[in-house]
Each structure stands twice: as structure tokens, then as C-alpha cells.
């Protein structure tokens, strides 16, 4: 049996006599019989460090790494400096808790004030929260928080990554706000279609851009469709790293940037942890959930940093807080600024170049192979549809250590490049998907 | 200095190859038309800032931590090479489910452990945290209620000294919170709750912490549970103080419906400075068929993905925070079926003789005879006497090192420090910390002063809260 219990039998017989109690189990004599657990756990017995590494181990090795992956689809592989991973094993960071405590958590603290200036940066918002649990979740808070006492319709397009849409559902299926899915044209929000929707009540709209196929939406004439009606918000759900090159939400006229922040130097790592990034104009602040960190000074004048407009939290509010969210994904977070403290603004701008100019590489050469593309404009990701197969497509490719893009349907593929992505490995796959009867 | 105040442009790392294929160009109009600021620091730089800041902060490697209801034991630094293993961290969620077999096999075992533990029959590991689990339970008592047609039950029972999330949660379920008082000893008042509940057909169900946060076990559970099942309610188990009570009491066997736990409490993994956490949630049979998310299932070693029939739907993308289990699963592999109730055991004997020695000079909370994995110190005759008052002592603390314990938590003592010191201290460590806290109340009384100024060792003194709510600064402003 393995343990992480330091006192020694004799400390133990010690401690209980001091307390005036003869047996561990004495300890335990006030809970009720009926509701007293008598058997044993129906578990394996413990083991040492060495058995249970060598365990686990066999179980990671049931797992396929792919040499090359060209899937995205709200999961992306993007290259990881060696310093990220470094910073998230420092013990401290690790191991603290939630940093109450601000006079012992600087460290802490301070990280999560750069991580929020890095987000307004990039998203052009004023208001960064400390994270929530990832690009789901965050568009879920983002949707409940544009309630308004009149405005209780969300509006969402059809175009969001599925999985989202499906936790959208499940906030407004607590909350009981209703759900409007604005439906797609041409594999884009169909902005004709929104004109229609907006009512009086709408509180808000929200569209993901580039979008779940990759698309770039009309998110500007969106945005202003939305504003149309009074207190009804614009929420974008961005790709963090297109914000290297392209519009920022606020040029855009969004009044909230949310996303997934997992490109941003976490791996994929099967689904999580990954990190929801929430930012919005000035004027809503009072409305995010979760942690915000704030600079201000102490008792002899040295600046500092605390959690701050605590007024909106659970722990001070209870039922009347802007949300339940106590634990968020401060390590993620952590991770979020390290990375683009390593690339800086021109390695950000690199990587997104690259992004989409992989991805227009590849899509040109899967065209020349017979593949039509489905997109007008486009990021890194894209659609194609073929008389081939899709499954016989991605069997060709796994073959070969590949994983394709996600099957969208028998026919349908959608593509992701990024700059791990190199020319030899695409012209390769292109290759590969042309032999495929 | 923040990183902001270190870029020097020019600097950078060279983490990325120049593009092999030739630049595309985006229309204009979709360009970014502000700079961007991100840091443009050499490694080197980085490296520092970050060592800098790991310097002012307080982990659980760094000393005794006992902040109550929050778990804050050892972090075994197998977990972490685990879950940092490329099996593991390479793996996309949507890659073909014969190449994720080894994840679906520690969802798997981790579910089954967890069940196990709990008394359940089902568990998801997808919900993030503790509040996004009990977000998560809430669903599955108002799916239940839905099916069976019962709209109108949307009251859930809340004690005063439950945790601030529990209302938070059942707001956002759509859900009425009825307050129910604790009697005299902390516990939950079985009459008053007698009384709200007798044939109201009203009633969603009741949150319970068991152990509560006052650190005791209710011995009434099992009719606090009764009353609510016998008005049609459901009854949900707050995780937060499972580490009491492993092998000994299962939430299950007290009558409870759903449960979520924290992995980053009872089962040793970091909270990397508030997360990622993982709340996985489970339930009873009758409320299986509306589990969120998708779970793993077994036949003959090889591993699939299903989903429960009238599923709520997800609670985030994905399959939750993954790495976290492998952290927990690692943990509970090596603990087995001996060591983890001997891990509460130990917890127990902790907080029981830290509460004895304590109780020379400081009162505690509802006088038990014998608490559970935490107690909680009442500071109002210091505050009354001396003017010192618990946020005083917390401070003092920090001057020794110590993470302070909870502060004025639970909200029904009204000077409380709510200390949980877990079974990976020991005896040494624990009697350190006592005459530290004995001594502080010492000087409570000579020279209370002295902790009105605390602390005075740390990387900043007390910080201007009210000032930074009224005029907030959120981010660095570039030039």
C-alpha cells in the first residue's frame, strides 16, 4: 500500500493518547451504525510509486500518437515552447490555491493581471476575467450574463462548434432563458435570417468567427444587427490565435470576446484541461463571472495586486452572484501568458500567418486533387466534399501515422493546418488522399 | 515589475521555423487594425520573471497550509509525471476511439473508483470544478423532477453554513433557495426542516455537506435525507469534506441521490493556484439515464464511448479535465482500497488533536467532542477583549510562514478561522504550527497592536481592497 501519511504508528498511538482517545476507529464511533460503511472498498490494493507509474504508463501506451495531425475542430496542435512547461512545474505555482491570502500570493496574483492585459490585447476588450473552464463554458457564461430583466431570447448561429452550442443549451436549460439557433447559409450565419429574428427581447447574439468550418463570417453587419435593439449584446467566440493578424471582436463592435485558449501553449491532452477566456467593454465588467485581479497599493504605498470587485462572487452573494464559478483554470491561465510571453507579438503574428497559409496551401492542393472546397474565405480550417469516401480518406491517412481532418458526414471533411504542419507532411497527405479510390 | 515593463523590442525566443509554403493574404478587412503588445522578452528573462514570481507565492511544498474545506494535502509528484506522459498529453479529444483506448481506460477505472468510494452507481468526469458540478447535480434533480412532471419543484433546501456556491448553483438551475437554519450545535435542525417539507410538493431537494463545515458529521443524516425523499425531493452531496469520511461513510449509504467530489481536494491533485480542478458528479440508478457528457464502457478489454438516454446535455467540451483524472487515478492506484481510509483516519487524528491543543486558548466553534477532518475556531471573545480579530491572527500567520485557515467561513461564526490541517502533515509539523498559533494569541493580549500591523515579513503589507473595488485598475495601461 502506498501512503502519503508522514506520522509512524507510534505517533499516531501518541497523538490519539494526548487527545484522550485509545483507537483511530474511536474516532469515527459518533457516526451513526446505519449509515457506517463496514466493508471494504471495492478497490485494488494500494501499490508503490514504481508498480502504479509502471501501470499507468501501460495504460498511456494504449493510446496512438499521431506523427501528424491535420484535425482541429475546437482542438488544436500547435508547437509549445519548451519554457511553458518548465514555468507550469515550479511546486509553488502548482500546488497554491486560489489566492485569498494576497500578501502570500504577489506571484500569483500578478501572473493572473498579465494573463488579463494579454487577453484585452489581443481581444481589444477592456475587462479580462482570470479564465473560466474552457471556450464552452465561457460562450455559456457569456450568454447568461446578457439576461436581462426584458431580455430573456439568446440568439446563436447554427455555425458554432457543435459541442458549444450543446453547453449554451444545457446554461439556458438551468436558467431558462430561450434558445435561438440562427441558421446557416452557405456554411455561414445567415444574416438575412438574423434581421428576422431580432425582437425587443432579444438579449443577445453570439457567433463564432472564423467559424466551426473555418469561415469567416460577416461579423461586422452581424454585430450591427445586433445592436439594432436596444441592450441586446454582441458576443464573439474567437480563435485566439487568429487575433495575431486579423480584427479584434472590439473592431468588430462585439461588446464580449470569449474563446478557447487552449491553442495558446496547452496540449490537447484528450479534451482538458484547457481554459475559457472571457473579456467584455468596460461598461458590462460588473457583469463577468468568476476571479478578476486588481493593481492597487499597500499600507506603505507599494503597488500590489488583490482580487478584486468580489461584490459579483458566489462567496460574497451567494444565490444573488453573477455566477457559481469559485475554481477556474488559473494554471491554464498561467500557461496562456508564458506562451505569449514567448512568441511575442511577432511570433504570434507568425504563427497565424502560418496557420492560414498552410491551410490555403493545402486546400489549393487537395483542389488540384480533385477535392471541391467549400469555403469562401477561411482561417486554418476548412471543408471539402468529394465523391470519395471520407472514412476510405482517413483510413489512407491513418495508414500512414496521419490523422485526417474530422468526417463532417460520408462525404465531407473539415481540414486544420497549423504551423507544426510542414509542406513535405501536406504534399505528403495530398499524396496520399489522391491515391483513394 | 510586471513582464510588460521588461519587453525590449527585438527580443524574442526562437520557438517557430520560418513558413515552408508561400504567405497568403487575408482580405484586408478582416485585418487587425490595433498593435498588438504581447512581451518580447529573450528566455533568459522569462525564465527570471516567472522564478521571481514563484517567490512571492505560497504552495503546499512551501509549508503548512491548513485552509479549511479546501484539502490541501501533498500533491505526489507521480501524479504530474503521469499525467504528463505523451500518451496522454498528444491525444486529440475527437481521434477514432480504437487510438483513445488508454483514455477510455482511465475514465473508466476512474468512475469506477469514484463510485466505489461513493456508494454510486454511475459517475462523469466531465463537470470542471466543485461549482460546475454541483451546477451539474442541480440539472440532473431538475431533469429528474421534468420527467416525472413535477415542474413546480424548483425550491432546493440550503443550511447556513453551507458553501457560498450551493445558492450560486441553484440559481443558476433555475432554482428558488429556501435558507434553513442550523440548531445550536451546527447542525442541520431536523424540526425545521421537518416543517418546510411536510407535504410540499414544492420542494426540488436539499444540498448537504456531510461532514459540514463546521467539521461535523450530522448524526441525523439519515432522516435529514428521509424527510426530503418523503416529500418527493432529491438529496445532493456536497464533496467538499469527503476526505473525513473515505471508507468510513458513504454519501450513498446516507441517503443521497447525486454527489460531486473535488479531485482537487480529496484526491491529491494541485490547484495549480485556483484550478484546473475536476468535479466529477455521481448519481443513483433512477437519475443515470440524464447523465451529461458521454462515459466509458467495458466489454471484453475493449473500451467505448455511451451516452445516457435522456442525457441533460454537456456541461462543457469534451470529456472534462482529463489530465486531472489521471492525476486522481494515479493517486487512488497507489493508495488502493487499504490506504485511502486510512488517509481519512489521519485526517481526523489531525484535525482532532490540532483542535485539542488549540482549545487552550482558543474556543471552538459548537464545542464537539470530536470533529472530523477540520474545526472551526470562534475569535469573538479575542476581537471582544483584545480587538484582535481572526483576519488579525491570519495575517500574523503569514509572518510564520503558515497559510492562514479559512476566514470568517462558515458564515454562522461570526470571528471564524476554519482550520483543516490533512493527514500529510505530521506530528512536527502540527505542533509548530500550534505554539505559532498559541503564541499569537499570546500577544492578542500583549501587544494586540503588533497583529493590527501584520504581516510584516511578506512581499507586500495588507493591501487597499476597498480602494482597488472603487477605482479598478484591471490591466496594464500601454503607453
Same mark, same amino acid.
Given at each position: 500500500?502506498?501512503?502519503?501519511?508522514?506520522?509512524?504508528?507510534?505517533?499516531?498511538?501518541?497523538?490519539?493518547?494526548?487527545?484522550?482517545?485509545?483507537?483511530?476507529?474511536?474516532?469515527?464511533?459518533?457516526?451513526?451504525?446505519?449509515?457506517?460503511?463496514?466493508?471494504?472498498?471495492?478497490?485494488?490494493?494500494?501499490?508503490?510509486?514504481?508498480?502504479?507509474?509502471?501501470?499507468?504508463?501501460?495504460?498511456?501506451?494504449?493510446?496512438?500518437?499521431?506523427?501528424?495531425?491535420?484535425?482541429?475542430?475546437?482542438?488544436?496542435?500547435?508547437?509549445?515552447?519548451?519554457?511553458?512547461?518548465?514555468?507550469?512545474?515550479?511546486?509553488?505555482?502548482? /500546488?497554491?490555491?486560489?489566492?485569498?491570502?494576497?500578501?502570500?500570493?504577489?506571484?500569483?496574483?500578478?501572473?493572473?493581471?498579465?494573463?488579463?492585459?494579454?487577453?484585452?490585447?489581443?481581444?481589444?476588450?477592456?475587462?479580462?476575467?482570470?479564465?473560466?473552464?474552457?471556450?464552452?463554458?465561457?460562450?455559456?457564461?457569456?450568454?447568461?450574463?446578457?439576461?436581462?430583466?426584458?431580455?430573456?431570447?439568446?440568439?446563436?448561429?447554427?455555425?458554432?462548434?457543435?459541442?458549444?452550442?450543446?453547453?449554451?443549451?444545457?446554461?439556458?436549460?438551468?436558467?431558462?432563458?430561450?434558445?435561438?439557433?440562427?441558421?446557416?447559409?452557405?456554411?455561414?450565419?445567415?444574416?438575412?435570417?438574423?434581421?428576422?429574428?431580432?425582437?425587443?427581447?432579444?438579449?443577445?447574439?453570439?457567433?463564432?468567427?472564423?467559424?466551426?468550418?473555418?469561415?469567416?463570417?460577416?461579423?461586422?453587419?452581424?454585430?450591427?444587427?445586433?445592436?439594432?435593439?436596444?441592450?441586446?449584446?454582441?458576443?464573439?467566440?474567437?480563435?485566439?490565435?487568429?487575433?495575431?493578424?486579423?480584427?479584434?471582436?472590439?473592431?468588430?463592435?462585439?461588446?464580449?470576446?470569449?474563446?478557447?485558449?487552449?491553442?495558446?501553449?496547452?496540449?490537447?491532452?484528450?479534451?482538458?484541461?484547457?481554459?475559457?477566456?472571457?473579456?467584455?467593454?468596460?461598461?458590462?465588467?460588473?457583469?463577468?463571472?468568476?476571479?478578476?485581479?486588481?493593481? /492597487?497599493?499597500?499600507?506603505?504605498?507599494?503597488?500590489?495586486?488583490?482580487?478584486?470587485?468580489?461584490?459579483?462572487?458566489?462567496?460574497?452573494?451567494?444565490?444573488?452572484?453573477?455566477?457559481?464559478?469559485?475554481?477556474?483554470?488559473?494554471?491554464?491561465?498561467?500557461?496562456?501568458?508564458?506562451?505569449?510571453?514567448?512568441?511575442?507579438?511577432?511570433?504570434?503574428?507568425?504563427?497565424?500567418?502560418?496557420?492560414?497559409?498552410?491551410?490555403?496551401?493545402?486546400?489549393?492542393?487537395?483542389?488540384?486533387?480533385?477535392?471541391?472546397?467549400?469555403?469562401?474565405?477561411?482561417?486554418?480550417?476548412?471543408?471539402?466534399?468529394?465523391?470519395?469516401?471520407?472514412?476510405?480518406?482517413?483510413?489512407?491517412?491513418?495508414?500512414?501515422?496521419?490523422?485526417?481532418?474530422?468526417?463532417?458526414?460520408?462525404?465531407?471533411?473539415?481540414?486544420?493546418?497549423?504551423?507544426?504542419? /510542414?509542406?513535405?507532411?501536406?504534399?505528403?497527405?495530398?499524396?496520399?488522399?489522391?491515391?483513394?479510390? | 515589475?510586471?513582464?510588460?515593463?521588461?519587453?525590449?523590442?527585438?527580443?524574442?525566443?526562437?520557438?517557430?521555423?520560418?513558413?515552408?509554403?508561400?504567405?497568403?493574404?487575408?482580405?484586408?478587412?478582416?485585418?487587425?487594425?490595433?498593435?498588438?503588445?504581447?512581451?518580447?522578452?529573450?528566455?533568459?528573462?522569462?525564465?527570471?520573471?516567472?522564478?521571481?514570481?514563484?517567490?512571492?507565492?505560497?504552495?503546499?511544498?512551501?509549508?503548512?497550509?491548513? =485552509?479549511?474545506?479546501?484539502?490541501?494535502?501533498?500533491?505526489?509528484?507521480?501524479?504530474?509525471?503521469?499525467?504528463?506522459?505523451?500518451?496522454?498529453?498528444?491525444?486529440?479529444?475527437?481521434?477514432?476511439?480504437?487510438?483513445? +483506448?488508454?483514455?477510455? +481506460?482511465? =475514465?473508466?477505472?476512474?468512475?469506477?473508483?469514484?463510485?466505489?468510494?461513493?456508494?454510486?452507481?454511475?459517475?462523469?468526469?466531465?463537470?470542471?470544478?466543485?461549482?460546475h458540478g454541483e451546477f451539474t447535480g442541480l440539472l440532473l434533480i431538475k431533469a429528474y423532477h421534468l420527467s416525472n412532471g413535477d415542474t413546480q419543484r424548483r425550491k432546493i433546501i440550503? *443550511?447556513?453554513?453551507?458553501?457560498?456556491?450551493?445558492?450560486?448553483?441553484?440559481?443558476?438551475?433555475?432554482?428558488?433557495?429556501?435558507?434553513?437554519?442550523?440548531?445550536?450545535?451546527?447542525?442541520?435542525?431536523?424540526?425545521?426542516?421537518?416543517?418546510?417539507? #411536510?407535504?410540499?410538493?414544492?420542494?426540488?431537494?436539499?444540498?448537504?455537506?456531510?461532514?459540514?463545515?463546521?467539521?461535523?458529521?450530522?448524526?441525523?443524516?439519515?432522516?435529514?435525507?428521509?424527510?426530503?425523499?418523503?416529500?418527493?425531493? +432529491?438529496?445532493?452531496?456536497?464533496?467538499?469534506?469527503?476526505?473525513?469520511?473515505?471508507?468510513?461513510?458513504?454519501?450513498?449509504?446516507?441517503?443521497?441521490?447525486?454527489?460531486?467530489?473535488?479531485?482537487?481536494?480529496?484526491?491529491?491533485?494541485?490547484?495549480?493556484?485556483?484550478?484546473?480542478?475536476?468535479?466529477?458528479?455521481?448519481?443513483?440508478?433512477? =437519475?443515470?439515464?440524464?447523465?451529461?457528457?458521454?462515459?466509458?464502457?467495458?466489454?471484453?478489454?475493449?473500451?467505448?464511448?455511451?451516452?445516457?438516454?435522456?442525457?441533460?446535455?454537456?456541461?462543457?467540451?469534451?470529456?472534462?479535465?482529463?489530465?486531472?483524472?489521471?492525476?486522481?487515478?494515479?493517486?487512488?492506484?497507489?493508495?488502493?482500497?487499504?490506504?485511502?481510509p486510512e488517509a481519512s483516519k489521519n485526517a481526523v487524528l489531525n484535525a482532532n488533536y490540532m483542535m485539542k491543543k488549540l482549545s487552550a486558548a482558543y474556543d471552538i466553534a459548537f464545542?464537539?467532542?470530536?470533529?472530523?477532518?477540520?474545526?472551526?475556531?470562534?475569535? @469573538?471573545?479575542?476581537?471582544?477583549?483584545?480587538?484582535?480579530?481572526?483576519?488579525?491572527?491570519?495575517?500574523?500567520?503569514?509572518?510564520?510562514?503558515?497559510?492562514?485557515?479559512?476566514?470568517?467561513?462558515?458564515?454562522?461564526?461570526?470571528? @471564524?478561522?476554519?482550520?483543516?490541517?490533512?493527514?500529510?502533515?505530521?506530528?512536527?509539523?502540527?505542533? @509548530?504550527?500550534?505554539?505559532?498559533?498559541?503564541?499569537?494569541?499570546?500577544?492578542?493580549?500583549?501587544? *494586540?497592536?503588533?497583529?493590527?500591523?501584520?504581516?510584516?515579513?511578506?512581499?507586500?503589507?495588507?493591501?487597499?481592497?476597498?480602494?482597488?473595488?472603487?477605482?479598478?485598475?484591471?490591466?496594464? #495601461?500601454? #503607453?
Open positions: 500500500m502506498g501512503t502519503f501519511v508522514p506520522n509512524t504508528k507510534a505517533q499516531q498511538q501518541e497523538m490519539l493518547k494526548e487527545i484522550g482517545f485509545e483507537k483511530l476507529d474511536d474516532l469515527f464511533a459518533h457516526i451513526p451504525d446505519a449509515v457506517k460503511f463496514k466493508d471494504e472498498l471495492d478497490l485494488p490494493s494500494g501499490m508503490s510509486e514504481m508498480e502504479a507509474g509502471k501501470e499507468i504508463r501501460k495504460i498511456a501506451a494504449k493510446n496512438r500518437i499521431y506523427d501528424t495531425v491535420f484535425r482541429g475542430a475546437g482542438a488544436y496542435r500547435h508547437y509549445i515552447p519548451a519554457i511553458v512547461g518548465s514555468v507550469l512545474s515550479n511546486e509553488t505555482l502548482q /500546488t497554491a490555491y486560489t489566492p485569498y491570502q494576497a500578501e502570500i500570493s504577489q506571484g500569483v496574483l500578478q501572473s493572473i493581471f498579465e494573463y488579463q492585459t494579454m487577453i484585452c490585447d489581443l481581444t481589444g476588450m477592456d475587462v479580462s476575467n482570470a479564465s473560466v473552464y474552457d471556450g464552452g463554458t465561457a460562450a455559456g457564461e457569456a450568454v447568461a450574463m446578457c439576461r436581462g430583466r426584458k431580455s430573456n431570447r439568446a440568439l446563436v448561429s447554427a455555425c458554432i462548434q457543435p459541442s458549444v452550442m450543446k453547453v449554451i443549451e444545457t446554461y439556458c436549460f438551468g436558467n431558462e432563458m430561450e434558445l435561438v439557433v440562427i441558421p446557416e447559409k452557405d456554411g455561414k450565419t445567415d444574416v438575412e435570417a438574423l434581421k428576422e429574428l431580432m425582437t425587443e427581447d432579444t438579449s443577445c447574439v453570439l457567433i463564432q468567427h472564423p467559424n466551426y468550418y473555418g469561415s469567416l463570417e460577416d461579423a461586422e453587419e452581424i454585430g450591427e444587427i445586433a445592436h439594432s435593439v436596444k441592450n441586446c449584446r454582441f458576443i464573439m467566440s474567437v480563435n485566439p490565435i487568429t487575433l495575431g493578424t486579423m480584427r479584434t471582436p472590439r473592431e468588430y463592435g462585439a461588446d464580449f470576446a470569449v474563446g478557447e485558449g487552449q491553442p495558446l501553449g496547452l496540449p490537447l491532452a484528450f479534451g482538458g484541461p484547457f481554459l475559457g477566456f472571457m473579456a467584455s467593454v468596460d461598461s458590462m465588467k460588473r457583469n463577468l463571472p468568476g476571479r478578476i485581479v486588481g493593481q /492597487t497599493v499597500d499600507h506603505n504605498g507599494k503597488t500590489g495586486y488583490v482580487l478584486t470587485l468580489q461584490a459579483r462572487e458566489q462567496h460574497i452573494r451567494r444565490e444573488k452572484a453573477s455566477s457559481n464559478i469559485c475554481s477556474n483554470q488559473a494554471l491554464c491561465a498561467l500557461a496562456v501568458g508564458v506562451y505569449l510571453s514567448a512568441m511575442g507579438s511577432e511570433g504570434l503574428k507568425n504563427v497565424a500567418s502560418q496557420c492560414y497559409s498552410k491551410a490555403h496551401y493545402m486546400a489549393q492542393k487537395l483542389a488540384e486533387a480533385g477535392f471541391e472546397i467549400e469555403n469562401e474565405e477561411f482561417f486554418h480550417e476548412f471543408v471539402t466534399s468529394s465523391d470519395k469516401k471520407a472514412s476510405d480518406v482517413l483510413k489512407a491517412l491513418d495508414d500512414e501515422g496521419i490523422l485526417g481532418g474530422l468526417p463532417l458526414d460520408d462525404n465531407r471533411i473539415l481540414w486544420c493546418c497549423t504551423e507544426m504542419n /510542414t509542406k513535405i507532411d501536406i504534399d505528403k497527405a495530398v499524396a496520399i488522399v489522391k491515391e483513394v479510390k | 515589475m510586471l513582464i510588460f515593463e521588461k519587453s525590449r523590442p527585438g527580443r524574442g525566443c526562437s520557438a517557430i521555423p520560418a513558413c515552408d509554403v508561400e504567405q497568403y493574404t487575408l482580405p484586408d478587412d478582416d485585418m487587425r487594425q490595433s498593435d498588438l503588445h504581447l512581451p518580447e522578452m529573450a528566455e533568459v528573462d522569462l525564465s527570471r520573471h516567472y522564478t521571481e514570481l514563484a517567490k512571492k507565492a505560497h504552495g503546499v511544498n512551501d509549508g503548512f497550509y491548513p =485552509l479549511g474545506s479546501c484539502t490541501m494535502k501533498y500533491n505526489p509528484k507521480i501524479n504530474e509525471q503521469m499525467a504528463g506522459l505523451d500518451g496522454f498529453t498528444q491525444i486529440h479529444p475527437l481521434q477514432p476511439v480504437d487510438t483513445v +483506448q488508454g483514455c477510455l +481506460q482511465i =475514465l473508466k477505472e476512474t468512475e469506477d473508483a469514484l463510485s466505489a468510494i461513493t456508494g454510486m452507481s454511475n459517475f462523469t468526469l466531465q463537470p470542471a470544478a466543485g461549482a440550503v *443550511p447556513d453554513s453551507a458553501h457560498g456556491t450551493n445558492p450560486a448553483s441553484a440559481v443558476m438551475a433555475g432554482m428558488e433557495v429556501i435558507n434553513v437554519d442550523s440548531d445550536d450545535k451546527g447542525l442541520v435542525d431536523v424540526e425545521k426542516l421537518r416543517q418546510v417539507c #411536510e407535504g410540499n410538493d414544492e420542494i426540488a431537494g436539499l444540498m448537504l455537506t456531510n461532514p459540514n463545515t463546521a467539521g461535523l458529521f450530522d448524526p441525523n443524516i439519515k432522516e435529514i435525507t428521509d424527510i426530503i425523499h418523503e416529500c418527493g425531493g +432529491q438529496c445532493y452531496y456536497d464533496g467538499a469534506n469527503l476526505n473525513a469520511v473515505m471508507g468510513w461513510a458513504r454519501p450513498g449509504d446516507m441517503g443521497f441521490d447525486c454527489v460531486h467530489l473535488n479531485l482537487h481536494k480529496t484526491f491529491s491533485t494541485p490547484h495549480g493556484g485556483g484550478g484546473p480542478g475536476s468535479g466529477p458528479v455521481g448519481c443513483k440508478e433512477h =437519475l443515470a439515464k440524464f447523465m451529461p457528457g458521454v462515459y466509458a464502457v467495458e466489454k471484453d478489454g475493449v473500451y467505448d464511448f455511451a451516452k445516457a438516454p435522456e442525457s441533460l446535455g454537456e456541461m462543457k467540451n469534451f470529456y472534462g479535465n482529463f489530465l486531472v483524472a489521471v492525476k486522481a487515478l494515479t493517486y487512488i492506484r497507489m493508495l488502493g482500497k487499504e490506504g485511502i464545542k464537539p467532542e470530536v470533529c472530523m477532518h477540520e474545526f472551526v475556531m470562534d475569535l @469573538a471573545r479575542q476581537a471582544k477583549e483584545t480587538g484582535v480579530t481572526a483576519m488579525d491572527i491570519a495575517k500574523g500567520l503569514l509572518d510564520n510562514n503558515i497559510h492562514p485557515p479559512t476566514m470568517y467561513f462558515p458564515l454562522t461564526v461570526h470571528e @471564524a478561522l476554519m482550520a483543516e490541517p490533512c493527514e500529510t502533515e505530521s506530528k512536527e509539523t502540527l505542533d @509548530a504550527a500550534i505554539d505559532v498559533f498559541l503564541s499569537l494569541n499570546d500577544i492578542a493580549y500583549s501587544n *494586540p497592536e503588533k497583529l493590527h500591523q501584520a504581516p510584516v515579513k511578506t512581499p507586500v503589507t495588507r493591501l487597499d481592497e476597498v480602494g482597488a473595488a472603487r477605482h479598478p485598475v484591471l490591466k496594464y #495601461e500601454f #503607453e
